[in-house]
């Protein structure tokens, strides 16, 4: 092939781009042919393959247009991110040579095949948030009773616990009152009936003891239950919420 | 060359092959010297000139050799802008990966 055949194949390849555009490739082109000199035209067209491969190269790369400089690269605490290498869309050097060596058909398949290669990761990723989508609103009818029960029952059992721990404080201090006002009553009684006296010093004592007790078990509930319980409910909010973050 | 060179590091290397010219330099050279690094399509550049131009990062100009027009590239304010942050960014990335090769003989 000789430089004039590859620039004509190489225009009419690209005679669907706006003519700015295809003027300014096949100035590059040309200028690249005159530069390497008239000798090497035959090592330039084997080095830069077929006029099918240039034009499908310039066809994608304005095709990726809609980078721009902020979305191709994100700046996040660990430097720049190159979006173009994460995604796999901008593979520039050897893969999509091999590619392209190895079937020869015509021009037009293989620009498809760089497109839907471009393209194939993003309708995935679209199919997928629209199916979570269905699933939620249809979720809905179902799923508002059902959280709306589980979180009355959480909240009646959290209410019975509280209920429960301040019945256990209040036996405590009651005990504690009484019993020492039994003995003091007990004590007094001593010089009247001793009989009566004493018994009423030994209530007095077994209800003291007891709410000892009592109030050694609500400071045992308030240093070890309490922060168990706290740190759980923080570790079932965090999940909850790590949750939601990486489905978003 | 088994790495492959992303489009990032692309941009950046032809930004700073470009840029050791002040006046500029043209399309042919510039392949000769990014291939100098990597072992890079020729075919594969003319985009990347084309989208550091449209990103006015390279600015064109036509001036004349031998009798004819040619097209020169030459690196413009924004583009130096560019290139250092991709040069920061290649000096904490070259460390990074140099310091994972500690101590593999």
Known sequence: MTKIEFMNQLEELLRDLPSEER?????????????????????????????????????????D???????????????????????????????????????????????????????????????????IIIICIVAIPLGVPVLGTAFGLIVGILATIFGLFVALVAIAGSFLIGGLVLFIAGVVQLFITPINGILMCGAGLILFGLGTLGAILTMLVCTKVIPVMVRGIVDLCRKLFKKRGTTQ | MIFNT????????????????????????????????????????????????????????DMEYGGRNRRYYKVTAKGMVQLKLYYEEWKSYSKKINKMFEGVE
């Open chain 1, 23 to 63: 003027e300014a490739a096949l100035t590059y082109y040309d200028d690249y042919f005159e530069d390497a000199g008239p000798d090497n035209t035959d090592a330039v067209i084997s080095e830069l393959g077929s006029p099918e491969r240039i034009a499908a190269f310039i066809k994608s790369d304005l095709n």
């Open chain 2, 6 to 61: 992303g489009a990032a590091l692309l941009d950046a290397i032809v930004l700073a092959v470009v840029s050791k010219d002040s006046e500029g330099t043209y399309g042919y050279k510039i392949t000769q010297d990014v291939r100098e690094a990597i072992d890079v399509s020729e075919s594969t550049l003319y985009p990347v000139l084309r989208r550091l131009q449209k990103d006015n990062c390279l600015e064109v100009y």
């Open chain 1, 65 to 131: 247009n809609s980078f721009k400089d902020s979305e191709k690269f994100i700046y996040t605490e660990n430097g720049y991110k190159d979006t173009t290498i994460e995604e796999d869309r901008y593979e520039v050097v050897s893969n999509d040579y091999q590619e392209f060596e190895e079937e020869k058909s015509s021009a037009d398949s293989e620009s498809k095949t760089t497109y839907s290669k471009v393209t194939g990761k993003d309708n995935n990723n679209t199919s997928k948030i629209l199916l």
